[in-house]
Each structure stands twice: as structure tokens, then as C-alpha cells.
């Protein structure tokens, strides 16, 4: 390669003449003459420089000809006449060989690219050039896990949140409740023997409900993965508790209420169903045990509350009542919305007569070291009861929403 044989030359001739300079140098800065040993090194030097320049010139005139017949071999490949084709086959694959058919070719492109900065021998340069993407080292890219893991599940409890809540004595107890009072009566005339009847008691039977469940972790994944799945698993199952044991107490609390009250046929307006409230609500004041406060919605009932408006075109015929499903209802009433409730459920009633007695035992392990597996399990113990289910009023028949 006359290329990198000429880039040797001149190399070797700048490191023997900056050897002779520096020479020179020290002894003038010594203010003396240049010793006869140091004359002796120097005519060796010249006379090895004049060797080099002869050879410099002699292969630099051999590069400067070798890249003057590669242009005009371009430049007569340029006048050829382009031909022209309609045809869809893919351009050929880019030919190394055939760009520099000759070691000799890609050292002098390589010297004109490098040393000239010639544009045409640096583009030269780069076609030859492999280009690494991402896409020929997929495996070296990693995919990260960003934010934590989705979860869709709604571990609230609306229903069991608005019962008394207690914790769980036992397995199973008994709530006393009180099926006849002592007599209170007005006296007909003095010294008349006054009211007299006996208090009677009577036992409501409370039974608890097991609700659990367990999965098996190998030991791989739980040290493994990332986010960690252990933990997971842990949220998981609390949320499930909360659903399951908030769905089985709400559809004990429907099956509970007896008493209805039906909404009379009309338009559907708001008028008619606050009238409807407040019939309920009478029923409920009948039994003797105050005023109710709390309406208990599914969600379609809800949502056709919430849409109802006072007049064409005019406001909200309940505004307090909150998108939470939480917040006031109509004549004040508290609003419980659990979509365990059926289609077309709506409640009045007191709150404090449902009650909710719980004990979570929450997450439990056992190591299994035989198959390397992580034994984990949830559980929690619930009981519900209505303890007085005269109180609570079902309106039936309501109409579907109407909008003036």
C-alpha cells in the first residue's frame, strides 16, 4: 500500500529532522559550539533525510498518479449515458469488492479522505461503512416497567363503611333484642292499679362468615420480579376481601327488609318520587324507631335521581347529592350507592341498625423449602345483621327518568 509505506517516510523524516533541531537547540542555549560528536550525529541525519526526501518524492508522485487515473475513470463513467428503467426490482447490495477492487484503491481513499479531506473519498468511505442500530441488538435494549402495576379493582366498601361496625367476639353470638316493653299507661283516678306487663327479650343469633383464600409463590418469583410480585399478591388479596365480604353483606341486608313501599304510576317527575320519599319515610316513622337517614341506591337508581331537574330547563332537582355517592340526598337523607344492590334497589332506612362485627386475620405465610414455594393466604371473619328490619322501607315500582 503506497499510501501507508509514503505515510511512514514522512514520518520518519519529521522525527529525524526535529532530532537535528533539537540539537541545535541545546548547544545554542548552552552558548557553545555543536561538539564533534553531536556534528557526527547530525551529517548521519541530513544524509538519512536526503534518502527519505528521494523516496517521499518518488511514491508520492506514484499516489498522485494512481489518483489521477481514478478520476478520470470517474469522470468518464460520469459521461456514460444514464439508462433509464421502469423496473421494481430492489437496488443490488452494495458491493465492497467492487468499490475498491484493490487494497491499494481503499488506502489511497483512505489518504484522500484522512489527509485531503476530499468530499468524495470520505463519502466513499462512509458507504463502506457498517452502521450498528438498535435494531441489530434488540437484547441489549431493556423494556422498563414504568409506575406501579394498574389496578382496576375498587377495594371500597360502601355498604359495610355505613353500618355500625364492631369487632367479632366469636364464631358465633347472640344480639339481645327487646320483642315486648314494660307498660306505661295513664291512671284512670287515684289509687287505681297503674299499667303493669312484663319486658320480654328475645336472642337474634349472629353467625360469622369465613372468607379467605391462598396461592402458592415460587421463591424464583418472588426474589425475581419487579415491582416485587409478594407484594402484589398481599394488595390483592386485601382488595378481594373487601369486595367479597362488602357484596355478601349488602345482598344479607336486601333479603332482610320486608316492608315495601310502591311508587304510584305518573310521569316520573321529581315531584313524584320525593312524594314517594316521603311515604317511605312515614312507614318508617310508624314503626316507632325515628326518623330514618339514609336512602340506599344502586347505581341506576342513582343516576336517575341525580338527573332529575325541578322544571324544563332548570337546575337540579337534588343538588347536594355528590358524585362520590356518598354525600346528601333528597330531603337530606344520606346516600349509600353500592353497586351490589340490584338493578332498581332504593332503601330508606336507620343506618345504626346495620351492624358489621369483623376480625382480619389478613396475610399469612409458610415457607416451603422442599419445592421452593412461598405458601401465602388471606382471611378474614365477618358477621351482618339487621337487628331490626321493620325499620327499613323498599320503594318498588320506580319509573325510568324523565327528562321535562
Same mark, same amino acid.
Given at each position: 500500500?503506497?499510501?501507508?509505506?509514503?505515510?511512514?517516510?514522512?514520518?520518519?523524516?519529521?522525527?529525524? #529532522?526535529? %532530532?537535528?533541531? /533539537?540539537?541545535?537547540?541545546?548547544?545554542?542555549?548552552?552558548?557553545?559550539? =555543536?561538539?564533534? &560528536?553531536? +556534528? *557526527?550525529?547530525?551529517?548521519?541525519?541530513?544524509?538519512?533525510?536526503?534518502?527519505?526526501?528521494?523516496?517521499?518524492?518518488?511514491?508520492?508522485?506514484?499516489?498522485?498518479?494512481?489518483?489521477?487515473?481514478?478520476?478520470?475513470?470517474?469522470?468518464?463513467?460520469?459521461?456514460?449515458?444514464?439508462?433509464?428503467?421502469?423496473?421494481?426490482?430492489?437496488?443490488?447490495?452494495?458491493?465492497?469488492?467492487?468499490?475498491?477492487?484493490?487494497?491499494?484503491?481503499?488506502?489511497?481513499?483512505?489518504?484522500?479522505?484522512?489527509?485531503?479531506?476530499?468530499?468524495?473519498?470520505?463519502?466513499?468511505?462512509?458507504?463502506?461503512?457498517?452502521?450498528?442500530?438498535?435494531?441489530?441488538?434488540?437484547?441489549?435494549?431493556?423494556?422498563?416497567?414504568?409506575?406501579?402495576?394498574?389496578?382496576?379493582?375498587?377495594?371500597?366498601?360502601?355498604?359495610?363503611?355505613?353500618?355500625? #361496625?364492631? %369487632?367479632?367476639? /366469636?364464631?358465633?353470638?347472640?344480639?339481645?333484642?327487646?320483642?315486648?316493653? =314494660?307498660?306505661? &299507661?295513664? +291512671? *284512670?283516678?287515684?289509687?287505681?292499679?297503674?299499667?303493669?306487663?312484663?319486658?320480654?327479650?328475645?336472642?337474634?343469633?349472629?353467625?360469622?362468615?369465613?372468607?379467605?383464600?391462598?396461592?402458592?409463590?415460587?421463591?424464583?418469583?418472588?426474589?425475581?420480579?419487579?415491582?416485587?410480585?409478594?407484594?402484589?399478591?398481599?394488595?390483592?388479596?386485601?382488595?378481594?376481601?373487601?369486595?367479597?365480604?362488602?357484596?355478601?353483606?349488602?345482598?344479607?341486608?336486601?333479603?332482610?327488609?320486608?316492608?315495601?313501599?310502591?311508587?304510584?304510576?305518573?310521569?316520573?317527575?321529581?315531584?313524584?318520587?320525593?312524594?314517594?320519599?316521603?311515604?317511605?319515610?312515614?312507614?318508617?316513622?310508624?314503626?316507632?324507631?325515628?326518623?330514618?337517614?339514609?336512602?340506599?341506591?344502586?347505581?341506576?337508581?342513582?343516576?336517575?335521581?341525580?338527573?332529575?331537574?325541578?322544571?324544563?330547563?332548570? %337546575?337540579?332537582?337534588?343538588?347536594?347529592?355528590?358524585?362520590?355517592?356518598?354525600?346528601?340526598?333528597?330531603?337530606?337523607?344520606?346516600?349509600?350507592?353500592?353497586?351490589?344492590?340490584?338493578?332498581?334497589?332504593?332503601?330508606?332506612?336507620?343506618?345504626?341498625?346495620?351492624?358489621?362485627?369483623?376480625?382480619?386475620?389478613?396475610?399469612?405465610?409458610?415457607?416451603?423449602?422442599?419445592?421452593?414455594?412461598?405458601?401465602?393466604?388471606?382471611?378474614?371473619?365477618?358477621?351482618?345483621?339487621?337487628?331490626?328490619?321493620?325499620?327499613?322501607?323498599?320503594?318498588?315500582?320506580?319509573?325510568?327518568?324523565?327528562?321535562?
Amino acid at each position: 500500500m503506497p499510501g501507508s509505506y509514503l505515510t511512514r517516510l514522512n514520518t520518519q523524516f519529521d522525527e529525524i #529532522r526535529d %532530532g537535528i533541531e /533539537t540539537v541545535l537547540t541545546r548547544a545554542a542555549e548552552e552558548d557553545r559550539d =555543536v561538539s564533534d &560528536a553531536e +556534528q *557526527a550525529q547530525v551529517d548521519r541525519d541530513r544524509s538519512r533525510l536526503d534518502e527519505l526526501q528521494s523516496a517521499i518524492t518518488h511514491y508520492s508522485a506514484l499516489e498522485t498518479q494512481a489518483g489521477d487515473v481514478l478520476t478520470l475513470r470517474r469522470s468518464v463513467a460520469d459521461r456514460t449515458p444514464a439508462q433509464r428503467t421502469t423496473s421494481t426490482d430492489p437496488p443490488p447490495e452494495y458491493d465492497v469488492a467492487a468499490e475498491f477492487p484493490s487494497p491499494a484503491h481503499y488506502a489511497i481513499t483512505l489518504h484522500r479522505a484522512w489527509a485531503l479531506r476530499d468530499p468524495d473519498a470520505i463519502e466513499r468511505l462512509e458507504r463502506a461503512t457498517a452502521h450498528q442500530k438498535t435494531t441489530d441488538n434488540p437484547g441489549l435494549i431493556p423494556r422498563p416497567i414504568l409506575g406501579p402495576v394498574i389496578q382496576l379493582i375498587d377495594a371500597g366498601r360502601p355498604f359495610i363503611n355505613s353500618c355500625a #361496625r364492631r %369487632g367479632l367476639p /366469636t364464631g358465633k353470638f347472640d344480639r339481645p333484642h327487646v320483642t315486648q316493653h =314494660v307498660a306505661v &299507661a295513664k +291512671q *284512670a283516678a287515684e289509687k287505681d292499679l297503674t299499667a303493669s306487663q312484663v319486658m320480654k327479650v328475645d336472642l337474634m343469633p349472629v353467625a360469622a362468615s369465613t372468607y379467605a383464600g391462598h396461592l402458592n409463590i415460587s421463591r424464583q418469583d418472588v426474589k425475581w420480579t419487579s415491582p416485587g410480585i409478594l407484594q402484589l399478591v398481599f394488595d390483592d388479596f386485601a382488595a378481594i376481601y373487601a369486595q367479597v365480604s362488602n357484596a355478601d353483606a349488602a345482598t344479607q341486608f336486601i333479603a332482610s327488609i320486608a316492608a315495601s313501599a310502591s311508587v304510584p304510576a305518573g310521569d316520573g317527575s321529581a315531584a313524584e318520587f320525593a312524594a314517594a320519599v316521603f311515604a317511605a319515610v312515614g312507614d318508617t316513622i310508624g314503626q316507632g324507631v325515628g326518623f330514618p337517614d339514609t336512602l340506599y341506591l344502586s347505581p341506576d337508581v342513582w343516576a336517575s335521581i341525580g338527573g332529575m331537574t325541578l322544571m324544563p330547563g332548570g %337546575g337540579a332537582a337534588f343538588p347536594s347529592m355528590s358524585v362520590t355517592g356518598t354525600g346528601g340526598g333528597p330531603m337530606g337523607l344520606a346516600t349509600v350507592v353500592d353497586h351490589n344492590f340490584p338493578a332498581g334497589t332504593a332503601v330508606i332506612g336507620p343506618s345504626r341498625f346495620n351492624e358489621w362485627y369483623e376480625d382480619v386475620d389478613g396475610i399469612m405465610q409458610v415457607q416451603e423449602p422442599d419445592v421452593l414455594g412461598q405458601l401465602v393466604g388471606y382471611a378474614g371473619f365477618g358477621a351482618y345483621i339487621n337487628v331490626a328490619p321493620e325499620a327499613f322501607t323498599k320503594l318498588t315500582g320506580l319509573p325510568p327518568v324523565v327528562t321535562p
